[in-house]
């Protein structure tokens, strides 16, 4: 290992990860209240601002952090102080370390270019449980501990579906590599029509996104956490836990935005330009920018459903995970293997 290659890999991981990740989902806070205040005709965040300037709320992800760090830390009596410091830390590293397999451009754009990527993601990604349970169990609150079992259930049962619907996906393409498949999609149907995971397996990208937003226990599935009539379980957490509970959710927002452009989107492919990523110069800029555009979208369109679709009930909510979405994923996998074995 060479100390060029550590350097490359340490400006990779504060490029994209510090830098690109984790600055847009703190700006995901501030876009969440923004398109709610739209959406119920209010103004949304506006008051933070630094010598009058208030940029358009632009500001408030700044203050929340400053808030964050300078509030007093609460810990309930009969807390296991050292779970109820870690469960946060266990929420949110191993959806920073998800993003260590995605091609975010062509070439060595990739922080580890692992065959095995997508397996890697969901073994990472199945961390989260552990921050999530301990994070309710630690509290020493009956309440919070609720919160975390109907959680730790709710992400076990779409887990299993999140996986199936991205077999049909790994079937068309014939490998688990996030670099390859991408490589993949630069290829063409009937010559003209990019051969995007949206194009060869539609109803699989409906079925991921549903799942995923499940698994990140985001509204309309937001039932370990929902304040308003249900206690979440990270009701004893305050200043830097919840933050952290907070933006762990933010982070998986992107994670599953990097995740859908990249198996759905065709990643950094531009449409019928450069489909083996071999051109460089501009061209690399070009495309490192089209995948930051495509993950933006999908960013926004997963808010646009937050705030769209009413919340479910718990029973219906693992319903459709048990006895809808994974006898559809089945379904989506037998139906793509008739096509698959009828073409070749």
């Known amino acids: 290992m060479t100390l060029e290659f550590v350097l490359l890999t340490l400006a990779k991981i504060l490029g994209f990860i510090l830098v690109f990740c984790v600055v847009l989902a703190a700006i ?3 876009t969440e209240r923004k398109m709610s205040a739209i959406i119920q005709d209010r103004i949304g965040p506006n008051r933070a601002s630094i010598l009058g300037i208030r940029a358009f709320g632009l500001l408030h992800p700044i203050a929340d952090m400053i808030k964050s760090f300078t509030k007093e830390e609460c810990i309930p009596t009969g807390a296991n102080k050292t779970l109820f410091f870690l469960a946060p830390a266990i929420a949110l590293i191993p959806t920073l370390c998800a993003f260590a397999v995605v091609p975010f451009g062509p070439g060595d754009l990739v922080i580890a270019n692992l065959d095995s990527g997508m397996l890697f993601v969901f073994a990472i990604m199945g961390f989260g449980i552990y921050g999530t349970t301990l994070g309710g169990w630690a509290s020493a609150n009956n309440f919070a501990l609720l919160g975390s079992l109907r959680g ?8 299993v579906t ?6 049909g996906i790994f079937m068309v393409f014939g490998t688990l590599s996030l670099t390859q ?8 149907l009937w010559g003209w029509l990019p051969m995007w995971g949206i194009v060869v397996q539609p109803f699989g990208f409906v079925l ?15 039932l370990p956490e929902g304040e308003s ?4 379980y990270f009701v004893e957490y305050s200043a830097m836990g919840f933050a952290t509970f907070m933006l762990s959710e933010f982070v998986e927002i992107v994670v599953i935005a990097c995740i859908a452009a990249t198996l759905f989107f065709g990643g950094w492919q531009i449409p019928w330009v450069d489909p083996a ?4 110069g501009w061209m690399t800029v070009a495309q490192v920018a089209f995948f930051a555009f495509k993950v933006l979208f999908l960013c926004w369109f997963q808010m646009l459903i937050r705030w769209t679709v009413p919340r479910f009930r718990y029973d219906q909510v693992m319903s459709l995970g048990w006895k809808v979405l ?17 073409l070749v």
């Not at 999140?162 to 077999?167: C, F, T, Y």
């Not at 009539?229 to 979440?232: F, K």
Request: proline fraction near 3%.
């Open 28 to 30: 995901l806070t501030w």
């Open 152 to 159: 730790a259930a709710q992400m076990v049962s779409y887990e």
């Open 181 to 188: 498949i991408v490589l993949g999609q630069g290829q063409l």
């Open 277 to 280: 990523g071999i051109a460089g």
């Open 208 to 222: 991921f996104l549903v799942a995923a937003m499940a698994e990140n226990k985001r509204a309309p599935f937001d």
């Open 326 to 342: 994974l006898p559809l994923s089945l379904v989506n996998i037998l139906v793509t293997a008739v096509v698959l074995a009828l």
């Open 229 to 232: 009539e249900i206690i979440g």
């Open 162 to 167: 999140m996986g199936l619907n991205l077999v």
